[in-house]
C-alpha cells in the first residue's frame, strides 16, 4: 500500500504521562503534513491543541488506561473534553464488569457515554489482552447495542496489543455500522498494511509517522 493510502486511517498518538507542550505541538504538525485521521492525546492538552490547529481532527482517550472510573466520571469527562474541542472520543470499558459478567451495565456505561458525546465519535476499548474469547464476543454485542461507532482492541498501556485473530473475530461478531480499531504494539509497515486489509478503518499508534517515512 502506498504510504498515502494509510496516513488517512493512522489515529497519530502520543499518551505517555510525561508527554509536553512540545510533543504535542510536534505531534499535530506531524498529523497536518501527513494527513493522519486524527491525533490522540491526554485530555489536558485539547483546549492548547485546538487553539494552535483549528483545522485539526483531536480525539482523546476516557476512563483510561485502566476503565474502572466510575460512569459518571466517564461522562463528566466526556463532556468536558468535547466542551474543550475534542472530535472523537476513546473510553475504556470496566474490565472488572466483565470479569463479574456484567454485560449489561457494559453496554449501559457505553450507551450512557455515546449520549455525553453528543454525536461525536465514540471508539471503546475492550483491551482483548485480559479477555477470553467468549467475552470478547459479547463485548462485540455490547459495542453494538451501546451504539458505539467502533471497537478498539488495547490502550497499549496492557499485557499486549492488537493482534489480527482479534480483528478478524470482532469482524464475524459487531453491527454492520462499526468500525475497528487497531492499537499497541503495530510497529512496521506490514502491520499496518495487514490491519488495514483485514478491515480496520483506523490504527493508533505513535510510530506510523516514523516508520513511514523511513520504510515507505
Not at 44 to 51: L, T
Request: aromatic share 6%; with cysteine; net charge negative.
Amino acid at each position: 500500500m502506498d504510504n498515502s493510502e494509510i496516513f488517512p486511517h493512522i489515529d497519530h498518538t502520543l499518551l505517555k504521562a510525561t508527554a509536553t507542550e512540545e510533543q504535542i505541538r510536534r505531534l499535530c504538525e506531524e498529523a497536518l503534513l501527513y494527513k493522519t485521521a486524527s491525533v490522540c492525546i491526554p485530555a489536558s492538552y485539547i483546549g492548547f491543541a485546538r487553539g494552535a490547529f483549528p483545522g485539526l481532527n483531536i480525539c482523546t482517550v476516557i476512563g483510561f488506561p485502566l476503565g474502572y472510573s466510575t460512569t459518571a466520571a466517564k461522562c463528566a469527562e466526556t463532556r468536558c473534553a468535547i466542551e474543550d474541542g475534542a472530535d472523537e472520543i476513546d473510553m475504556v470499558i470496566n474490565l472488572g464488569w466483565v470479569k463479574d459478567g456484567k454485560f449489561a451495565d457494559v453496554q449501559r456505561e457505553i450507551a450512557e457515554v455515546k449520549t455525553a458525546c453528543g454525536g461525536k465519535i465514540l471508539k471503546v476499548i475492550i483491551e482483548t489482552c485480559y479477555l477470553t474469547e467468549a467475552e470478547k464476543i459479547s463485548l462485540c454485542k455490547c459495542v453494538t447495542d451501546g451504539g458505539a461507532d467502533y471497537i478498539k482492541t488495547s490502550t497499549g498501556f496492557g499485557t499486549a496489543g492488537a493482534c489480527i485473530e482479534d480483528i478478524r473475530l470482532f469482524k464475524a461478531h459487531i453491527g454492520a455500522n462499526v468500525k475497528m480499531k487497531a492499537a499497541g504494539g503495530v510497529k512496521t509497515k506490514a502491520d499496518l498494511e495487514m490491519f488495514l486489509k483485514d478491515g480496520c478503518e483506523r490504527i493508533g499508534t505513535s510510530s506510523a509517522v516514523k516508520l513511514l517515512t523511513e520504510e515507505g
